[in-house]
């Protein structure tokens, strides 16, 4: 059963731009049926849970309320790190202590049982059904493109709230990503920070935790590093040409959101797919790769006689893919 | 504002943080394991294996006063690394309530982005991130900062000037009035 209840949070509706294309994209492709949360609001994100405790978990707690009354019986899924760890928290708080499950209610005023689970992208995108839609839907490879895999904080850690069997070397994203034919690395910052809300309020101390993601992604090979979450997608590719000023530095590691990789991999074109919107140049690099496949595979098949299966060419931009 | 705590009440209130965490610091025996991995330990003045230091010895003055818990990033790092699972993250974060609560202010910049983001989710039920970023920059005085970034987005479609905010604004405002009256959760 590909059918969810949807939470998008803020950033899907303003920064996160490639992120909403392309997995709109993904989504119409592969049949998921979404059902967006009605009138849902901000889940707290740093500044609650910085502040106060009970907002932390009231905020997120009326998202999940409205999602059982409106979509019953539905697993809610979310794009964001931060929103899913919000959520879970909630979630997790309600079900070990039925006190603290009646005082959100008291506080939200509304009837709240924490019966759904809460998933993040990753996780949906490892659900055995979605993932062989997504496969029988391939129809470009990236091979030969070598991607570093970012989790960042909140998809692995803490544990009890995520899940995550192995948090100091996650694989769900490395999994999906093989699956466009593009090879994933092995490199050491995977799970850590990207210092979040910190890169605008503590800028002077959190830039350096991006530099070292980028170090260590350069130092292993990566042509590209990929994200699942808005922020951290946000920090790497917005920041990078000022990383490159600040630190003297010439890295060329273009930062994608995973689900514009798939939807490059489905035949998606630069509209549909946003990889001409980052802010560091990632266009052109994902060409190069799909081009090089082209042609290596028209000339396999005419030297074979037989038919092209990778069906798509490279992006032509301003010309809708398939 | 009662800044100064006594010994005991130092005591007192770093027993109730560490109960309400669900830890015993007493188990910490102090290697520093939390410390190395930190992504933020070197612009700490308080490293977390010392604020778990201060912790056992009731000296919350110490923590309070500390750029520490402010620059925390809660990636729960150190937690996961701890040989004997102390929750120090979410410490680090009672430590922050506690001294917000008390007055206390280690790095005003991060204290007003959270303030700003928090008014503008009561006041939208959504974040807004044109009015988070310019309200924070001009409320800082750090202008410069991510405002180049701007005109970029605005070109590209990232950020669309249209507000998009909750419809039932009263459910909003009247969580964030609930739960601002204090008190941990039970
Ligand atoms: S890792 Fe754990 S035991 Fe070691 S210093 Fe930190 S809190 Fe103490
Ligand atoms: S949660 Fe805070 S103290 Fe712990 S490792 Fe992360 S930044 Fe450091």
Redesign the pocket.
Known sequence: MMKYSYFPGCSMDSTAVTYKKSFEYVADKIGLELFEIPDWNCCGSTAAHTKNEKMALALPARNIALSEEANPGLDIVTPCAACYSRLAYSTYAARNSEETRKEIEDIIEMNFKAEPEILNFLDLFSDPEVKEKCREKMVRSLKGLKVACYYGCLMSRPRKITGEENPENPMKMDAIIEMTGAETIEWDFKTECCGASHQVDAPKEARPLIEKIFRNAAANGADAIVTACPLCNMNLDMREEEINKLYSKKYNIPVFQFTELLAVAMGAGAEQSGIHKHFFPAFDRINEVIRANWEEEKKKAKEEAKKNPLADGPIVVGKAGK | MDKILNREEGRLLAERIAKEAGVNVR?????????AGCPMADSFDLM??QV?HCLQLGDMEEIFKSKSIWLCASCHT?SE????E?D?ATLMEKCRIEAQAKGYCGQEDVKLFNDIFTETIRYFGKSQEVILEGAYNVASGHLVQDMENVPKMLKKGILRPEMNTVRDKDAIKKIMEKTEEGGAVK
Do not use: A, T
Not at chain 2, 81 to 84: D, E, L, N, S
């Open positions: 188990e910490c025996y102090q290697c520093g394991k939390c410390s977390p294996r778990i150190c690394r701890c040989p004997h102390i120090v």
